[in-house]
T-cell receptor
Framework: LAKTTQPISMDSYEGQEVNITCSHN???????ITWYQQFPSQGPRFIIQ???TKVTNEVASLFIPADRKSSTLSLPRVSLSDTAVYYC???????????????????FGKGTKLSVIP | DTGVSQNPRHKITKRGQNVTFRCDPI?????LYWYRQTLGQGPEFLTY????????KSRLLSDRFSAERPKGSFSTLEIQRTEQGDSAMYLC??????????????FGPGTRLTVT
């Protein structure tokens, strides 16, 4: 599984666009990039996933350059409720330990703690 | 509510006692995962099931931990002879099978275990 590096924390004012960049220099050809959001005392929530170029959904956009060695999660016009930890994950199926089936464990780092300030 | 549910939400136990947690996944999801999260860290993978088969276990899952998913529906995670180091949030997640859909995992609210 490719290792990821992202800032430990970020601050932003309400209404601003926030961009969180994740480095994954050792990304493999089959790897996808996935972002999760986690609020305190809750389980993580899937935000967005992409392979290359740009992906957009109702929550965020994900920008992936051609070399795929980094990715940027963009949150438009953040509000106080966007205060959370954001995790960047990179991976693809691999061999399971027992059956040879695909391994789909998610490997989380420490994430980026985003604080939105009024 | 059709999301992933976990019970209990909180558990306080004394060192040496056994505890069991339950997870009910989203009904049409045949993959179920257990993770553990300590303060300030991201979740760490423990094990996962496809239907009733346990297909992978992390080295974090010592022999005091056992997980089951009878009939491929709900799952239980048991910790025997709890230690203070077992204090953590235990998260359950579920997903569909197949390619990248397995990376879109739906997490429950977790069970917070405190071992005194």
């Amino acid at each position: 599984l490719a290792k990821t590096t992202q800032p430990i924390s970020m601050d932003s004012y309400e209404g601003q666009e926030v961009n969180i960049t994740c480095s994954h220099n050792n990304i493999a050809t089959n790897d996808y990039i996935t972002w999760y959001q986690q609020f305190p005392s809750q389980g993580p929530r899937f935000i967005i996933q992409g392979y290359k170029t740009k992906v957009t959904n109702e929550v965020a956009s994900l920008f992936i350059p051609a070399d795929r060695k980094s990715s940027t999660l963009s949150l438009p016009r953040v509000s106080l409720s966007d205060t959370a930890v954001y995790y960047c994950l990179v991976g693809s199926s691999g061999l399971g330990a027992y059956s040879g089936a695909g391994s789909y464990q998610l490997t989380f780092g420490k994430g980026t703690k985003l604080s939105v300030i009024p | 509510d059709t999301g992933v549910s976990q019970n209990p939400r909180h558990k306080i136990t004394k060192r040496g006692q056994n505890v069991t947690f339950r997870c009910d996944p989203i009904s049409e999801h045949n993959r179920l995962y257990w993770y553990r999260q300590t303060l300030g860290q991201g979740p760490e993978f423990l094990t996962y099931f496809q239907n009733e088969a346990q297909l992978e276990k992390s080295r974090l899952l010592s022999d005091r931990f056992s997980a089951e998913r009878p009939k491929g529906s709900f799952s239980t995670l048991e910790i025997q002879r709890t230690e203070q180091g077992d204090s953590a949030m235990y998260l359950c997640a579920s997903s569909l099978t197949g390619g990248q859909s397995s990376y879109e995992q739906y997490f429950g609210p977790g069970t917070r275990l405190t071992v005194t």
